[in-house]
Nanobody, 127 residues
């Protein structure tokens, strides 16, 4: 099992930036593919970005390509999501997730592939 704790959410104006962090404890961090998901009120949880265990491969939802960057530091047991040029439609609760499925270079972008979730952090973008 792995425990995940997100931080870095908040309120920002449209066009601004925020950085999210997710620190894990428990099993070896490099054993997990990592993902960021978000859920807006009344909507289903959706993938934002994902990164493979070794950090070599990433995936981004079309809605965030070119604006968000996912990265991981296996030495610090932490995955990051840098969000630039934020839009009001990015407003949601953002969740960090971990999965021990797949190979070292696999990126997992389906919600059902993830079995470990953080508590979420609110990101609000005002227009």
């Amino acid at each position: 099992q792995v425990q995940l704790v997100e931080s870095g959410g908040g309120l920002v104006q449209a066009g601004g930036s925020l950085g999210l962090s997710c620190t894990t404890s428990g099993r070896t961090f490099s054993s997990y593919a990592m993902g960021w998901f978000r859920q807006a009120p009344g909507k289903e949880r959706e993938v934002v970005a994902a990164v493979s265990r070794n950090g070599d491969n990433t995936y981004y939802a079309d809605s965030v390509k070119g604006r968000f960057t996912i990265s991981r530091d296996n030495a610090k047991n932490t995955v990051y999501l840098q969000m630039n040029n934020l839009k009001p439609e990015d407003t949601a609760v953002y969740y960090c997730a971990a999965s021990d499925r797949g190979w070292m270079s696999h990126v997992l972008y389906r919600k059902d592939d993830y079995t470990n979730w953080g508590q979420g952090t609110q990101v609000t973008v005002s227009s």
